[in-house]
Nanobody
């Protein structure tokens, strides 16, 4: 059984930082993975992706502020978020594509102004 469990969300003031974690069980994280977010009333959008070959892409809105990484030993993907803005407020999800499409349950990030 494949499970993705996000953690690390919370309430932070604008300009602050958070680090999200996505712990994966049942599949190796050396697959195509990504971080997505969904704000109230908006569609889910890609924040950052990391391919099996470690190619990384970021949404324009988070470039130079967010960094995606993974720890193969812990089978965990991370999203370091710096200089957070109120518009970053959303539920953040991790995704793994390995034959099937797997999603975590999401973690809430709220940035106050």
């Amino acid at each position: 059984q494949v499970q993705l469990v996000e953690s690390g969300g919370g309430l932070v003031q604008a300009g602050g930082s958070l680090r999200l974690s996505c712990k994966v069980s049942g599949k190796n994280i050396r697959n195509n993975m990504g971080w997505y977010r969904q704000a109230p009333g908006k569609q889910r959008e890609l924040v950052a992706s990391m391919s099996a070959g470690s190619d990384i892409n970021y949404a324009d809105s988070v470039k130079s502020r967010f960094t995606v990484s993974r720890d193969m030993g812990k089978n965990t993907m991370y999203l370091q978020m710096n200089r957070l803005r109120p518009e970053d407020t959303a539920v953040y999800y991790c995704r793994l594509v390995a034959g099937w499409d797997y999603w975590g349950q999401g973690t809430q990030v709220t940035v106050s102004s």
